[in-house]
């Protein structure tokens, strides 16, 4: 562990804390219905579920849902995250597309735990903290395979 990665942990860090404290601080964050109305019902209940931190346990920014497609070989460009994230599950047209976009998101989701896990073993004071996001990580993973079974069965 270099300081860069203590940096760009501390700076995704902020931006978490100022997104949850911004925009969900009660925990009820708002989803414009009206921007998902072409998309089918996992597409918007997944957004809901996954995108706001204070949920999920996990801020996914606008480059980490580039990155996502990109494993995926779809190319999207930047733009909101919620646009971006609409056109990263445009993509899913089956079962299997949906069960790589799942994994794209577990991925992502584990990387961010493990670095949970090491801060919270350097920096015992934060355990507490993080092992909250992990539960919320945990329970938004089991959320995926929920969606993935409920509408691609």
């Avoid at 860090?13 to 989803?31: L, P, R, V, W």
């Avoid at 990155?67 to 733009?79: K, N, P, R, S």
Wanted: hydrophobic share 35%; glycine share 4%; with cysteine.
């Amino acid at each position: 562990m270099n300081e860069n990665d203590v940096s760009d942990f501390r700076n995704e860090f902020e931006a978490m804390k100022k997104h949850a404290f911004d925009n969900c601080a009660d925990g009820e964050c708002e989803t414009p219905q009206e921007s998902f109305d072409d998309y089918p019902d996992y597409v918007r209940a997944i957004y809901a579920e996954i995108m706001p931190p204070v949920k999920s346990g996990v801020y996914f920014s606008r480059w980490d849902i580039k990155g996502m497609a990109a494993e995926l070989d779809e190319h999207i460009v930047m733009d909101t995250r919620e646009r971006m994230f609409q056109h990263y599950m445009r993509f899913i047209g089956n079962r299997k597309e949906m069960e790589d976009v799942i994994g794209e998101f577990n991925k992502h989701m584990d990387m961010k735990c493990e670095l949970y896990r090491e801060y919270s073993e350097k920096y015992p004071s934060t355990k507490e903290i993080f092992d909250a996001k992990i539960k919320k990580t945990d329970r938004s993973k089991e959320f995926l395979q929920k969606m993935l079974v409920d509408f691609f069965s």
